[in-house]
């Protein structure tokens, strides 16, 4: 069973600029939340969504908003970004609300 | 608002001592996970504890849950070099069915 696939791996962006990461759950898994890593904050939950409904949501501005598909593949956007977005987004999947988290490598975001 | 905080934040010791490092809140919780987190992967879960005074053990790892339900801590003994990363704790809030998690301890094992 392939796991969590997040692209890109990498991205620069420059302040301003909005950005799209994308995240395919495990196969069956129709549960995806996304979760914001810094050296100072540690994981942070942003959202998750669960058959194309969000469920639970962080405390984020709303520059920060999602979606799932009906294949439970999910977006995440982030629009005027700004120099503290600076982060490791991990996406994470799970088959329901009580079930285990498996995690994507990520999308390490630069904003210059 | 349910935190979790972790102690120590940072750990350095040499091949083949014992350490432990602790999760602690003063929300009671329904269970309590521990991940490991290796440079640039995502972090991946280690165990579930869900009865109050419960004991996982994962090889050289013990892991224990509180009575209260309100902490928990990690244990290793004879550590490795290999057991380098970033250790997490992570709850279910009781309100709304989230993961949350602690700021982590990072742990490095010098061979």
């Known amino acids: 069973k392939a796991g969590v696939t997040q692209t890109p791996r990498y991205l620069i962006k420059t302040r301003g600029q909005q950005v799209t990461l994308s995240c395919s759950p495990i196969?069956?898994?129709?549960?995806v939340s996304w979760y914001q890593q810094t050296p100072g904050q540690g994981l942070q939950f942003l959202f998750e969504?669960?058959?194309?409904?969000?469920?639970n949501k962080g405390n984020f501005p709303g520059r920060f908003s999602g979606r799932q598909f009906s294949n439970s593949r999910s977006e995440m956007n982030v629009s005027t970004l700004e120099l503290g977005d600076s982060a490791l987004y991990l996406c994470?999947?799970?088959?329901?609300?009580?079930?285990?988290?498996?995690f994507g490598s990520g999308t390490q975001l630069s904003v210059l | 608002t349910q935190l979790l905080e972790q102690s120590p934040q940072f750990l350095s010791i040499q091949e083949g001592e014992n350490l432990t490092v602790y999760c602690n809140s003063s929300?009671?919780?329904?269970?309590l996970q521990w991940y490991r987190q290796e440079p640039g992967e995502g972090p991946v879960l280690l165990v579930t504890?869900?009865?109050?005074?419960e004991v996982k053990k994962l090889k050289r790892l013990t892991f224990q849950f509180g009575d209260a339900r309100k902490d928990s801590s990690l244990h290793i003994t004879a550590a490795q070099p290999g057991d380098t990363g970033l250790y997490l704790c992570?709850?279910?809030?009781?309100?709304?069915?989230?993961?949350?998690f602690g700021k982590g301890t990072r742990l490095h094992i010098l061979p």
């Open positions: 929300s009671v919780f329904s269970s």
């Open positions: 992570a709850a279910l809030t009781n309100r709304d069915d989230k993961i949350i």
């Open positions: 969504y669960f058959s194309e409904t969000q469920r």
């Open positions: 196969s069956g898994h129709r549960s």
């Open positions: 994470a999947s799970r088959q329901g609300p009580n079930e285990k988290l498996f």
């Open positions: 504890v869900v009865t109050g005074g």
